[in-house]
């Protein structure tokens, strides 16, 4: 199960990714050209903060089964720090008055997630765009990650 959830965790990555990358051009394109805030503006964005809420659900349930060692403390506080935004702007560009505002929030908030996702990816001591083993969880001197 762990190995599964290991998986699941490290291929969402690349969705999450991919929808920041969508939706940081599609709220740039609308804020830069002034277009009107709309259906596909609201979709962009409950994409990428749906994905990024099942990310972290994946590293919750990770951390949960028993994954865990000290340097992971700082890629877990830069991941709720990024839903946290994620969810915050996203909610703020939807209760805004103005369309060019709600854009720019809704860039703001793909920016700074995106942010704190690749530098919580960086805290653990991996690439955004690597791939590596699974961590181990043996306590033993030799095998302990700085």
């Given at each position: 199960?762990?190995?599964l ?6 291929g ?9 990358l969508?939706?940081l ?8 050209a ?9 979709i ?11 990310q972290?659900?994946l590293?919750v ?9 000290p340097?992971l ?9 990024a ?22 929030l ?41």
């Open positions: 199960m762990t190995t959830l290991f998986h699941a965790h490290s969402v990555r690349y969705l999450v990714l991919l929808a920041a969508a939706a051009l599609y709220m740039a394109w609308g804020w830069a002034r277009r009107p805030w709309g259906k596909p503006a609201r962009v964005m409950a994409v990428f903060v749906g994905l990024l809420d099942l972290v659900l590293g349930l990770l951390a949960a089964s028993g994954v865990f060692y340097r403390m700082g890629h877990i506080t830069m991941m709720v720090l839903l946290v935004f994620a969810h915050g702007l996203s909610v703020a560009a939807r209760r805004a008055a103005d369309d060019r505002r709600r854009h720019a809704a860039l703001a908030g793909v920016v700074l997630s995106l942010v704190l996702v690749v530098g919580g990816i960086m805290a653990i001591g991996r690439s955004p765009f690597g791939t590596s083993g699974m961590p181990t969880t043996d306590r033993t001197p030799s095998t302990v990650q700085p």
